[in-house]
């Protein structure tokens, strides 16, 4: 039986498509029962749900973190997720959160960790004169960007490179890393 996913998106939800399209896969072991996000229309949303499967927007906007974070948190255990998938979910989640969760909540990051923690990691990696950026995945602990890492994949920094192209090249390399990644850690830990 396949361990039951929820993934929390804030925006286009690329990632999100990824790990869907990867659940399909008769030996993927998660299938994504739940898509949720603190933006109500944001643009996954109508990707998952032209893939049948269930979303929640609420905007986070007027509460306190903790209270959003219940209002998520009853969402997924609603559907009984087992774990949780943060595709460019854009909110740092506050520790009562991550405590429910602790040790199944995981993360896609665009830099390879520890380096570059938060936002703006390409243009960091570019102006540091690193000869490499790339992604990682990771385990949610309380701390930004912190937790054991599980996966990662390098791209080159090549001549001339823009935030913006070196983006393009390390997302790609996001959409194959984060469903391989969270189903060797799921086959693992499940």
């Excluded at 570019?126 to 791209?155: F, K, M, N, W, Y």
Aim: net charge negative; proline share 6%; aromatic share 6%.
């Amino acid at each position: 039986m396949k361990a039951k996913l929820g993934i929390l998106i804030s925006g286009r939800g690329s990632n999100m498509a990824s790990l869907i399209a990867a659940s399909r896969a008769d030996d993927c072991p998660y299938e994504v029962v739940l898509v949720a996000s603190n933006v109500e229309d944001a643009a996954g949303l109508a990707t998952a749900e032209a893939e049948s499967i269930p979303t929640f927007a609420h905007p986070h906007r007027g509460l306190k973190r903790a209270d959003f974070d219940a209002l998520i948190d009853a969402e997924l255990r609603a559907a009984d997720v087992e774990y949780v998938a943060l595709a460019g979910y854009m909110r740092i989640l506050s520790p009562e959160f991550i405590q429910g969760w602790e040790g199944r909540i995981v993360n896609i990051h665009p830099s390879l960790l520890p380096l570059y923690k938060g936002l703006d990691t390409h243009q960091r990696a570019i102006e540091a004169g690193d000869a490499e950026a790339g992604c990682s995945v990771h385990i949610v602990t309380p701390e930004l960007d912190d937790g054991p890492v599980i996966g990662q994949a390098r791209v080159p920094i090549l001549p001339g490179d823009t935030p913006d192209a070196l983006a393009a090249r390390v997302l790609i390399e996001e959409h194959r890393l984060y469903p391989a990644a969270l189903a060797a850690y799921i086959r693992e830990h499940g």
